[in-house]
């Protein structure tokens, strides 16, 4: 009996040695991978703005006007980085200014592309100089242009969904069909900005220089650097909301229907029409920074909704416009982007594709839908009011069911705080027409979506 006891004890024993020992070993045996967990955000909260260093792009020449735009982003206090310029100034105004570099000579490269501009090196190179400005505890070199527009808090925001210490190239391509065909469509283009990793980017400013005596026959300094990272194994990673805007005229089809990712960037402001009428175009941008400054993951969020008593089609650019159609239109048909501008590039018919979904934008001002632009926003504790006024009435014929009726529309919506599941599984929110004081006043509430709800 003894004996049988023993043996039991000794067969029980070792099996929980064998156990444990399986257990520990295999962990022991796993790949060394950074395990990312989506749960509380864990990984979020590491990156800040005090991790990116910026590098701008700009010249002696435009930097006394561009530098205006730079100051609406640019935060002093919390920011690194340099403005290159390709020589000095003599500006005593620069308190709340990026540092100005002075590039680095760079005669010694070919630029063989004919009625381009050999500063396309100089602008390169703002990558590698950058980088050797020695910045300790960086993650992420953000590079643009001294019109680049940017929205500091939504750039952080979509550079932690990604892990740092990887090689990554992140940025946007062209809206316009030509341009992409003409550049790349695997190319960052500069003026939306781009992001390059820690890690990648001490390598490219390795090799860099190696890069540009091998490319003196492309045309512009964002070719040169995606030419070297796909020498160096590396593509794109593609982020909506970098925007490069090549277009012209009008761009509010773009703002009125932008893609459910947070707004990093906009561009070419000066080329394009004041985004809100009667005002300037840096007037214009700053009334949508104020908005932005409220809740700035909100910014330009396209929600849609329906009035069932009038039939109506209720679409919402927070803190920019409301459109308002007089009839019931398919979510998908609301979504595509008005055709409001025309192409960047005059020519054949190939100049006139983009590479998103269009919808019509008639001639007839009476025929469109009825347009609100933002006002004012205002926050009320956690949710914020945002009031948008019609700018242009124009001189058409309504009846008693249509929006043309309305004067001011208030949209009711939570502070936006993304999480990483919202960030990386994206979903649009609801909206509900909610009761108001008075026929020429629409009252919108914004609201996440139930879990099984349907916009139509």
Known sequence: MFNHRLINLIFTCSSLGLILYLFFTSFLLLPNTRILSHKGDLYTHLTSIDHIVFGIASNAKTWPESKEYVTMWWEPDTMRGCVFLDVPLDDSNTSLLPPVCISDDTSRFRYTWRGGF?????????????????????????????????????????????????????????????????????????????????????????????????????????????????????????????????????????????????????????????????????????????????????????????????????????????????????????????????????????????SFDMREHDEDPCKRPMVFHMNTTVRDGDETISIYRAMEMGNCTTNAGSPREIELVKVHAQKLNLSMKQLVTPRRQCCDVLPSSGREELEIGIRECHEDELIR
């Open 118 to 354: 050999r500063s396309a090196i100089r602008v390169a190179r703002v990558v590698s100089e950058t980088v050797a400005l020695n910045h300790t505890n960086v993650r992420w070199f953000v590079f643009g242009e001294d019109d680049t527009l940017f929205f500091p808090e939504n750039l952080v925001k979509t550079l932690s969904k990604y892990d740092h210490d990887l090689p990554y190239f992140i940025g946007s391509n062209s809206e316009s069909f030509v341009q992409n065909r003409l550049f790349s469509f695997s190319m960052a283009f500069g003026g939306a900005g781009f992001a390059i990793s820690y890690p990648l980017a001490k390598t490219l400013a390795k090799v860099l220089d190696s890069c540009l005596e091998r490319y003196p026959h492309l045309y512009g300094s964002d070719g040169r650097i995606y030419s070297c990272l796909a020498e160096l194994g590396v593509g794109i990673t593609r982020e909506s909301g970098f925007h490069q805007m090549d277009m012209a005229g009008d761009p509010f089809g773009m703002l009125a229907a932008h893609p459910m990712a947070p707004l990093v960037s906009l561009h070419h402001t000066d080329y394009l029409d004041p985004i809100f009428p009667k005002m300037t175009n840096r007037d214009a941008i700053r009334h949508l920074y104020k908005a932005a400054e409220l809740d700035p993951h909100r910014i330009l969020q396209q929600t849609v909704c329906y009035d069932r008593w009038f039939s109506w089609t209720i679409s919402i650019s927070w803190g920019y416009a409301v459109e308002v159609f007089g009839t019931h239109v398919l979510l998908p048909d609301v979504l595509r982007v008005p055709e409001t501008f025309r192409p960047w590039r005059k020519g054949s018919l190939l100049s006139t594709l983009f």
